[in-house]
C-alpha cells in the first residue's frame, strides 16, 4: 500500500503535458531547498522543456513545504521514512515521461538538469546518471573514505557482477524513463535505492547513460542524512542478495574442495613435502574443517537469496530448495542418532583409557567434519523450509 498522503499543491495552472517531472526528496531542507529550485528552473527553463518540479516531503517540521508551493512546486507528503520510500512516491506522482531526482541540500550542480535530461532523450535511454567522479569535486565535498573507497569499491562490484560500465553508483542525480522505473519494481526504503535502482536496470539489460557532473560542499553545519557504515553496509547487503549465483558457485567450491582434501588427510596421515612442508595433519585439518563449515554456509546463504529473487538457480540447489519434507524429516533423524553415536563412542573409548591420553584427533577431525557439514547443511534445509511456509 502507498505511504504518500494527498498532493498539497498551489493555485497555478497544471502544465497540459509534461516531458519531465524533477523529484526533490526532502526532509527539513528550509536551507537550501529554495537555491537548488531556482538552480533547476535556470537549467531546465531556457530549454524548452515542459517540466514541473514535485517535492516529496518525507516529515519536514521546518519551513520546506511552504517554500516548495511558493515557487510554483508540487509538494507530495511521504508519511513512510526514508530517502527510497521519500523518492519512490515522488516518482509515482510525476506526469512527465522522464522523471529526474537529486537532493535538495544543495550539493549537487543542478545546472547540469538539462544536459542530463538531453542526454536521456538522445540516447533513448531508460536512465542517465550525473556522475560526480567523471566532474569536478569540491575540496571537503565528498570524505575521502566515501570518495577513495566506498563509491569506487561498491560501483567496482556492481559492474563486475552486474556487467555495467559505470564510473558513479552512489551518484543521487539521475533521469529515468519513468515507464521503465515501473517495470523495474524498486522496493527499498533506504539509502540502498540507489544501489537497487543501478542493479534492477542492469538486470533488465536497459539502457544507461552516463554524463559528467561535480559535487560541491553543502552549507556550513549541515547534518547530513547518509549515516556512513549503517548505510555502506545496506549497499552491500543489498548487492550481494542480487546476486545469488555468486555464493551459489562459492559454497560448492569451497565444500566440495575442503572435504575432499579433508577425505584425503584422512586416508594418507601427515605427509612431508621435500623435508619442508608437514601437511595434513591434525592443524590443516582443523582448518579444512572451517573452510568446510564456510563453504556451507555460503551455499545456504545463496538458497536462501533465491527464496526472494527471480534468479534460477543450478539444479541441484533446486532440489534442495524443494525437498519433500519427509525425506527431510528422516535425515535430520539419522544426523541426530550418528552425532550422539559418535558421542557415545569417543565417550567409551576416552572411559577405557581412564579417562586420559586420548588420541584420536586425526580420525575424529574427518567424522566431525562430514558431521558439521551434514548437520549444518540439513538445518539449513530445514529453516528453508520454515521460511517457504511463511511466505
Same mark, same amino acid.
Request: hydrophobic residues 45%; charged residues 20%; glycine residues 8%.
Given at each position: ?10 493555485? $497555478? ?17 528550509? &536551507? ?83 544536459? !542530463? ?42 559492474? *563486475? ?31 540502498? +535505492? &540507489? ?39 545496506? $549497499?552491500?547487503?543489498?548487492? +550481494? ?5 555468486? #555464493?551459489? !558457485? ?28 608437514? *601437511? ?5 585439518? &582443523? ?40 525425506? !527431510? ?15 557415545? #563412542? ?19 577431525? +574427518?567424522?566431525?567434519?562430514? !558431521? ?6 540439513? +538445518? ?12
Amino acid at each position: 500500500m502507498s505511504s504518500t498522503l494527498p498532493l498539497i499543491t498551489n493555485n $497555478h495552472s497544471e502544465t497540459p503535458a509534461t516531458d519531465l517531472s524533477f523529484v526533490f526528496p526532502c526532509l527539513n531542507e528550509e &536551507a537550501t531547498l529554495a537555491a537548488c529550485i531556482q538552480q533547476v528552473n535556470e537549467s531546465l527553463a531556457p530549454s524548452g522543456i515542459a517540466y514541473e518540479i514535485i517535492v516529496a516531503d518525507n516529515g519536514s517540521t521546518d519551513r520546506s513545504r511552504e517554500i516548495a508551493l511558493s515557487l510554483g512546486c508540487r509538494v507530495v507528503p511521504v508519511a513512510e521514512r526514508g530517502y527510497g520510500a521519500a523518492l519512490r512516491n515522488g516518482i509515482e506522482a510525476g506526469r512527465g515521461e522522464y522523471v529526474m531526482f537529486a537532493d535538495s541540500d544543495s550539493t549537487y550542480l543542478y545546472a547540469d538538469a538539462a544536459p !542530463l535530461y538531453l542526454a536521456a532523450k538522445k540516447h533513448n535511454a531508460d536512465m542517465s546518471i550525473a556522475s560526480r567522479m567523471k566532474g569536478r569535486i569540491e575540496p571537503g565535498a565528498m570524505p575521502p573514505l566515501h570518495r577513495y573507497l566506498g563509491t569506487p569499491v561498491l560501483t567496482w562490484l556492481i559492474n *563486475i557482477l552486474f556487467h555495467g560500465r559505470l564510473s558513479d553508483c552512489n551518484s543521487g542525480f539521475r533521469c529515468l524513463r519513468k515507464e521503465a522505473f515501473k517495470k523495474w519494481d524498486i522496493r527499498s526504503n533506504g539509502m540502498e +535505492f &540507489a544501489s537497487e535502482l543501478l542493479i534492477k536496470s542492469l538486470k533488465a539489460k536497459a539502457v544507461v547513460v552516463e554524463t559528467s557532473s561535480g559535487l560541491r560542499c553543502g552549507p556550513p553545519g549541515r547534518v547530513a542524512h547518509l549515516r556512513t557504515w549503517r548505510d555502506g553496509m545496506r $549497499h552491500l547487503l543489498f548487492i +550481494f542478495s542480487e546476486k545469488p549465483r555468486l #555464493f551459489e !558457485l562459492l559454497g560448492i567450491v569451497a565444500l566440495l574442495l575442503a572435504t575432499f582434501l579433508q577425505t584425503a588427510a584422512f586416508f594418507t596421515g601427515p605427509i612431508s613435502i621435500l623435508d619442508k612442508f608437514h *601437511i595434513f595433519d591434525v592443524h590443516s585439518q &582443523a582448518m579444512l574443517l572451517l573452510a568446510g563449515v564456510m563453504g556451507a554456509q555460503f551455499y545456504l546463504f545463496s538458497c536462501m537469496l533465491y527464496l526472494r529473487t527471480e534468479d534460477r538457480p543450478l539444479a541441484l540447489t533446486r532440489q534442495l530448495i524443494h525437498l519433500d519434507e519427509g525425506v !527431510l524429516f528422516f535425515v535430520l533423524l539419522s544426523l541426530m542418532t550418528l552425532m550422539a553415536g559418535t558421542i557415545g #563412542f569417543v565417550t567409551l573409548k576416552w572411559s577405557l583409557q581412564g579417562f586420559v591420553n586420548l588420541n584420536m584427533a586425526h580420525d575424529l577431525l +574427518f567424522w566431525v567434519h562430514v !558431521l558439521a557439514v551434514s548437520i549444518l547443511f540439513s +538445518f539449513g534445509l530445514l529453516g528453508l523450509h520454515v521460511l517457504k511456509k511463511a511466505e
